[in-house]
């Protein structure tokens, strides 16, 4: 498995506030993704000039503000099985796993506490 990208994830029910400390700091939208569903939050992807990057998801159900680190992977099963046999597990529970069409992803959760958001972005051939 291959790691594509690693940086910072803010998981937040107010994401457009969350957004503007970032763009005081620097930073600009580069991709946002809108297709919300019941399974699967809007969010978008921010850099800076120096290509420091972070994501912000939108997610309506959570109680408070959560930081994760988000881990683009070539491999998204290997990724899966590599966390689970370290104890981590699906906060979405075993084996939902939200997949676009376009992405799988999935957050992860250490025995510590600590979250990845585990991504495949599927290739288009």
């Given amino acids: ?3 594509t990208s690693f940086s910072p994830l803010i998981m937040t029910n107010d994401s457009e506030n969350a957004a503007k ?3 005081a700091l620097g930073f600009t939208k580069r ?6 569903t019941e399974n699967h939050d809007s969010g978008f992807r921010m850099k800076d000039a120096e290509g420091h990057g972070i994501s912000i998801a939108q997610v309506n159900q959570i109680p408070r503000d959560m930081l994760a680190v988000q881990m683009n992977v070539d491999d998204f099963d290997e ?3 590599l966390l689970k046999s ?3 597990t699906n906060k979405r529970g075993e084996g939902n796993v939200i997949d676009t069409g376009s992405s799988k992803t999935a957050v992860m959760v250490a025995p510590s506490g600590f979250a990845v958001n585990v991504v495949y ?3 288009k051939n």
């Fill in 1 to 3: 498995m291959k790691i």
């Fill in 21 to 23: 400390v970032f763009e």
């Fill in 31 to 36: 991709h946002e993704k809108k297709d919300a």
């Fill in 79 to 81: 990724a899966m099985a």
């Fill in 86 to 88: 370290h104890g981590f």
């Fill in 121 to 123: 972005h599927v290739k």
